[in-house]
């Protein structure tokens, strides 16, 4: 019998604590065989602009290319570019659902709960 392979959905802005939410999830959830996918939610102007769009894609390749430098981890990668006018949040959660993730992990971006 094969084992289930875990499929770890990974949201992330495009700031630099994005790299730490990927690697965290890499380091400590990832196994051999399992699927990793980065989701990108652009909403408002950015997810209108092509701008916007090529440097979320440009940030998510430089992110999986470097946990890959980083880590010999055999798994299958993937990112998700996802734009939006509702709710972040909610279109993450949709995302998640729509890939059948196993887990979904959310990073901060760094600021305090009041600047939110």
Request: aromatic share 6%; glycine share 4%; proline share 1%.
């Amino acid at each position: 019998m094969t084992a289930r392979r875990a499929h770890y959905v990974v949201a992330v802005d495009t700031t630099d604590c994005a790299h730490q939410t990927l690697e965290w999830t890499y380091t400590y959830l990832c196994q051999p065989n399992d699927v990793l996918t980065i989701i990108t939610v652009l909403s408002g102007e950015s997810g209108k602009s092509a701008e916007g769009l090529e440097d979320a894609t440009t940030h998510a390749q430089n992110l999986l290319s470097a946990i890959e430098r980083i880590h010999q981890k055999k798994i299958e990668a993937y990112y998700r570019i996802v734009t939006v006018d509702e709710d972040v949040k909610s279109a993450i959660c949709k995302a998640a659902k729509d890939l059948s993730a196993t887990m979904l992990v959310v990073g901060s971006h760094g600021k305090q709960t009041e600047s939110r």
